[in-house]
Nanobody, 122 residues
Framework: VQLQASGGGLVQAGDSLRLSCAVSGLTFSTYVMGWFRRVPGKARGFVAGISRYGGTTYEDSAKGRFTISRDNALNTVYLQMFSLKPEDTAVYYC?????????????????WGQGTQVTVSS
């Protein structure tokens, strides 16, 4: 199983960025997909998740600014981020969970990507 996250970079506050996560080695359409982020010195935290049927869940600071989506034909999950803030600076990880609903605890996810760095300058 491989999850390949990409799309991170250095942007200015207020900019937008879209992260992608290409998945292989599992039946993508049957997995819940999630995005997490880790800030140095802190635990990895839930950002957004999408169910097999397209239902979405967001962490409070992501609501209204981030949009998670999936393309089951391409085995890819996306995180579109708008109005980025310096506090969004983190390494972003995609993850796959074989349960049938979006859960926010990282321990429930079975497979993880390698992470992509997002840096937002003020």
């Amino acid at each position: 199983v491989q999850l390949q996250a990409s799309g991170g970079g250095l942007v200015q506050a207020g900019d937008s960025l879209r992260l992608s996560c290409a998945v292989s080695g599992l039946t993508f359409s049957t997995y819940v997909m999630g995005w997490f982020r880790r800030v140095p010195g802190k635990a990895r935290g839930f950002v957004a998740g999408i169910s097999r049927y397209g239902g979405t869940t967001y962490e409070d600071s992501a609501k209204g600014r981030f949009t998670i989506s999936r393309d089951n034909a391409l085995n890819t999950v996306y995180l579109q981020m708008f109005s980025l803030k310096p506090e969004d600076t983190a390494v972003y990880y995609c993850a796959a969970d074989r349960t049938n609903r979006v859960l926010t605890a990282s321990s429930t996810y079975d497979f993880w990507g390698q992470g992509t760095q997002v840096t937002v300058s003020s």
